[in-house]
């Protein structure tokens, strides 16, 4: 079984500043990694996904996560935050592979605030 | 356009009285899912289903049952609902053996 641990439950930033989204998790076998986020009153997009190859993925808007096999960490970064990245950003596991492979299991969720 | 569809999107209902929440997708996936949203706890599965005619339990499957007898629809279904089911429920679908999955626009369950 796996489980992810999302260390902020807010995290408050200015507009322009860099901000980074903290997510550990925990597996006994190889994984895959998610973020999605979730913008205020709607569903769950996907933001970037890491599923084999480069450790450092990136999304189309300018965020960047980095797997980290050794810590089991997924942090979700961005050098520059814009007002409308301000959402609530949840980090999900899934194990490669293996009969379960369409089971995510998903952190509390980090609520990003981006103040002008 | 490819997408997950949910209906109702929000629902108020009271203890008890049986309800249906559809979930229907067009891009011919076999696995389907629901989840449950609370505060703090992010997304829980309930059920999920492999492909028609195979559902199997989730992490939070108590108070709820599903159907699979069509691949594009997947409808949760609340019997007997109760208070500690108010939630925001998503449904989600893959393709095959992808483990990307896409999520419904999210149904807001409020049971009195």
């Known amino acids: 079984a796996q489980s992810v641990t999302q260390l902020d439950s807010q995290v408050p930033v200015f507009e322009e500043a860099p901000v980074e989204l903290r997510c550990n998790y925990s597996?006994?076998?190889?994984?895959?990694l998610f973020w999605y986020v979730q913008y205020p009153n709607q569903g769950l997009q996907l933001l970037l996904k890491y599923l084999s190859g480069s450790t450092l993925v990136e999304s189309i808007n300018g965020f960047e996560a980095e797997f980290n096999k050794s810590q089991t960490s997924f942090h979700l970064r961005k050098p520059s935050v814009h007002i409308s990245d301000t959402a609530e950003y949840f980090c999900a596991v899934t194990e490669a592979g293996g009969t379960s492979y369409g089971k995510l299991t998903f952190g509390q969720g980090t609520i990003l605030t981006v103040h002008p | 356009e490819a997408q997950v569809t949910q209906n109702p999107r929000y629902l108020i209902t009271v203890t008890g009285k049986k309800l249906t929440v559809t979930c229907s997708q067009n891009m011919n996936h076999e696995y389907m899912s629901w989840y449950r949203q609370d505060p703090g706890l992010g997304l829980r599965q309930i059920y999920y289903s492999m492909n028609v005619e195979v559902t199997d339990k989730g992490d939070v499957p108590e108070g709820y049952k599903v159907s699979r007898k069509e691949k594009r629809n997947f409808p949760l279904i609340l019997e007997s609902p109760s208070p500690n089911q108010t939630s925001l429920y998503f449904c989600a679908s893959s393709p095959g053996r992808s483990p990307t999955q896409y999520f419904g626009p999210g149904t807001r369950l409020l049971v009195l």
């Open positions: 597996s006994s076998v190889s994984v895959y």
